[in-house]
């Protein structure tokens, strides 16, 4: 095996080259410094790529409260305080990216800056931006050691591309290799015996290798490691194409009914489709099963266009790729439905029933689990039902860090050089969400400057 040494004049080393790695490289750059990205793929981009494209974030501390009351509150404001300065930096680039108006998100309103045409696009530009003003990308790469001084800081690093061995001396390590979310013990330990389940939505790559360097040096893991952010979709026997994810996504699950193989309601439905997915991971198999009826379908389950187009319609996606699905004209043969299934056939009735119960009637007896809003009773057939599961997009959990971006130990003291960005970072998110992309660009732009400022 070759062994060759890289000297750069002690470069920012950047672990990752998705939105989180490229923004900082590019900052770094821009600011006359050396940086250097190590990409474990063939490729940029990394979950950004494979996303819808919306930079969005919460406009104000009250709203990211509202919905993330148990999130490093310190870390979130941070973070809405720096979105629109490190957006207007990006459209100083010549980003292409524009501001559009985005529905309210759980009731509350967002800045939300879509990539145009699409985040492919987006990915290229940032790519090029970042090797145009001097960078340097090393694909198909992995660190396999960290070398740190008597003082505990780190200043070398090796990689391992293809057959060779290569060291690279550093001034500081930004980690951004997007969290653990296709990591198999890591979801196994932090979200239970069904995460083999999981349906990936976000880049393979991502298997937590940013959280392992940095926990080998001492590094504190955040909050939230049991939360993450994702979807429902199709169960098996259906197999959902991996670059059409979004279009089999049950984005309305908040306004239907959902019941697990007890045939049991396991969580208010209405708090949103993310809460669901997290939900139904806790259920046996990791499997629940979506009710609804013919007026939540035509208002909440086709989306459509302005002149009425239909634009997507996940259930009948879903019927065509093998789902579990059916259209009864009454909920007694729905039920029977269900059963054939495996789900318990009394229990499903009596929930379903005493789910209309409580939101025609308000009776509160009816239910076990109240439920905040969106109340469509299942009363207008024909009758839906789908099989579900939870596709994971992004872990929320990752290592503890400051306002600085730079890691922590387990005192709560920084680790020197050591920074950490995106889907690596946690707690900012607590059994919640607040927007992916606005993570790493707010935090990349944030890592870089301080890692500049710790080189001098």
């Known amino acids: 095996m070759n062994h060759s040494i890289l000297q750069k004049q002690n470069p920012i080393v950047i672990l990752g080259g998705g939105m989180a790695g490229l923004i900082a490289g590019t900052y770094i750059q821009q600011q006359g410094e050396k940086s250097i990205i190590i990409e474990k793929s063939s490729k940029t981009g990394g979950s950004m790529k494979m996303s819808g494209g919306s930079i969005w974030c919460f406009k104000n501390h009250s709203d990211y409260k509202k919905i993330n009351p148990h999130g490093n509150t310190m870390l979130g404001e941070k973070l809405i305080d720096n979105f629109l300065p490190s957006i207007e930096w990006l459209i100083s680039l010549g980003a292409p990216i524009k501001n559009v108006t985005a529905a309210l998100y759980r009731e509350t309103d967002r800045h939300c800056y879509q990539m145009t045409p699409n985040s492919e696009y987006f990915t290229q530009f940032i790519t090029e931006k970042f090797l145009e003003l001097g960078g340097e ?16 800081l780190i200043e070398e690093i090796e990689i391992k591309t293809n057959s060779q061995i290569k060291s690279i001396n550093c001034s500081s390590l930004i980690l951004a290799t997007g969290g653990f979310h296709n990591n198999p013990t890591l979801k196994n330990e932090h979200f239970g015996k069904w995460s083999d389940k999981l349906i990936v939505r976000g880049n393979l790559y991502s298997t937590g290798d940013g959280l392992k360097l940095a926990t080998s040096l001492g590094a504190k893991k955040s909050k939230s490691m049991d939360s993450f952010y994702g979807h429902l979709m199709p169960a098996p026997p259906a197999e959902v194409p991996r670059n059409r ?212």
């Not at 396999?144 to 008597?150: F, L, M, P």
């Not at 239910?367 to 789908?386: E, L, Q, V």
């Open 137 to 152: 990308i090393i694909f198909n790469s992995n660190i396999t050691q960290i070398k740190c001084n008597s003082n505990k």
């Open 245 to 456: 994810f979004s279009e089999f996504t049950m984005y309305h699950s908040e306004h239907c009914l959902l019941l697990n193989e007890d045939g049991n309601r396991f969580t208010d439905e209405s708090i949103c489709d993310e809460s669901n997915a997290e939900a139904t991971i806790q259920q046996n198999n990791a499997i629940s099963y979506m009710i609804f009826d013919d007026k939540i379908y035509k208002k909440y389950g086709i989306k459509k266009s302005i002149s009425g187009e239909i634009i997507n319609d996940p259930f009948k996606k879903s019927i065509e790729i093998n789902a579990l699905t059916t259209k009864e004209n009454s909920i007694q043969k729905l039920v029977e439905t269900l059963s054939y299934w495996g789900v318990k056939k009394e229990a499903s009735l009596k929930n379903i029933l005493g789910y209309n119960d409580y939101l025609i009637n308000k009776n509160t007896s009816s239910i076990s689990i109240p439920r905040a809003k969106n109340f469509n009773p299942i009363g207008t057939p024909p009758y839906y039902a789908i099989a579900l599961t939870t596709g994971i997009t992004l872990t929320l959990g990752g290592l503890e860090t400051n306002e600085n971006a730079q890691v922590l130990n387990d005192k709560n003291i920084p680790i020197g050089n050591l920074y950490s960005i995106g889907g690596d970072s946690g707690g900012i998110y607590n059994h919640s969400y607040g927007g992916g992309l606005c993570l790493g660009l707010v935090f990349g732009k944030i890592a870089a400057g301080n890692a500049i400022k710790y080189h001098h």
